[in-house]
């Protein structure tokens, strides 16, 4: 059977490796540390560095196709494993998705419609740029932001005053979308072209932080076709193989583009109960050049909600999964971390059935269930 490489340890590293060990594949896991959770279901781990290049190429080496978890991978580690075997996405996806202002740019530039934006560098800038986005704006790093981590919503020209423009790099401002919904699509491509979306699912954040996906999305189906041209549009233009997540701000009728992650997303793990392909096994469909999966629903409806480190006790003492799972129909993915931290994504339950606002009550209360107390 061939190998595929996976950089980077994580969760999403790890139900990619699940998925693919299911369907006949060894997985080797490029990480910084055995103890990741993906380095726990691996056929094999080579630790190291990104920076490491001997160790880069020991396991490239090991690899007939390789990809990866997360968009900020130095380009000089892509270019060693490109040198060993077919990296997807390759070094020029990632060289835009790491960068808000080439992302916003290229989009823009495709005529894609993306949420107004300005390149600023401090409060000057940002309340020039204020006067075409308007008040109040929300200004993000143009690098390395995740989590909502780096980001800023200033309400007026006092604020932008308090922000630590030197410590931010370059920064990007953009308007604030008083948006109805946010969604998200995941759209999966072939070498050879081929493209195939899931459905969109519908998210809701705390803090930043992506907490819900329900599918289908509270949208017309005008919409729903709309936001999966967008997000097969987006794949093209930035030439993806592989998956790409496209994070949109819906308005009534109109779509705006927030941000792409090129890799499974968070809000796709709600596919692994809902679809008949999950977003894992269709990436490595799509890496290995096979037939793309349905991405239909296997269910009328679904609701995914992520387990923060929050539930957890103050010295890593579990929550009580007893009592979370006694409520019937949750599936609980736990991702083998090990010290849990407030906000930190530790896994996620998801419950399929009939009715979204019956299914998130039911997930609300078994999470809280297993609150550590
Ligand atoms: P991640 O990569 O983890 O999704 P991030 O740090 O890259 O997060 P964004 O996705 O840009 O951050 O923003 C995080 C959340 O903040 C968005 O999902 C959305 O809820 C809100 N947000 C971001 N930009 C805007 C905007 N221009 N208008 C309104 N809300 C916004
Ligand atoms: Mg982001
Ligand atoms: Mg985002």
Sequence with gaps: GATIGM???????????????????????????????????????????????????????????????????????????????????????LATAQDRLIEKSTLRDAGIPVTPFAA????????????????????KTQRSGYDGKGQHRLADATAAQHVDWQGGGDWVAEAMIGFDR???????????????TFPVFEN??????????????????ATEIKARQIAIKVTECLDVVGLLCVEMFVSGEEILVNEVAPRPHNSGHVTMEACATSQFEQHVRAICGLPLGDTRMITPAAAM??????????????????????????????????????????????????????????????????QFS
């Design 7 to 93: 950089v980077g340890g994580g969760q999403l590293g790890r139900m990619f490796a699940m998925a693919a060990a299911k369907m006949g594949y060894r997985v080797g896991v490029f990480c910084g540390s055995s103890d990741e959770p993906a380095a726990h279901v691996a056929s094999f781990t080579v630790c190291g560095p990104l920076e490491d290049h001997s160790a880069i190429e020991d396991f490239a080496r090991r690899c007939d196709v390789i990809t990866l978890e997360f968009e900020n991978i130095p380009a000089e580690t892509i270019a060693v494993c490109s040198r060993h075997a077919p990296t997807y996405p390759d070094a020029s996806v």
């Design 120 to 139: 600023v560098h401090n409060a000057d800038e940002a309340v020039h740029a204020a006067g075409t986005l308007g008040w109040p704006i929300i200004v």
């Design 182 to 196: 946010e969604v998200s699509v995941v759209v999966a491509r072939t070498a050879d072209g081929r493209t195939e």
């Design 204 to 221: 809701g954040h705390r803090n930043h932080v992506l907490d819900l996906t329900t599918i289908p999305a509270a949208i017309t189906e």
């Design 305 to 370: 909600m992520n387990l923060l480190g929050d539930l957890w006790g103050p010295q890593d003492e579990s929550p009580n999964w007893q009592a979370l799972l006694d409520h019937a129909g949750v599936a609980l993915h736990l991702y083998g971390k090990h010290a849990a931290r407030p906000g930190r994504k530790m896994g996620h339950i998801t419950s399929v059935g009939d009715s979204i606002s019956e299914l998130v009550t039911k997930l609300e209360q078994s999470r809280s269930a297993a």
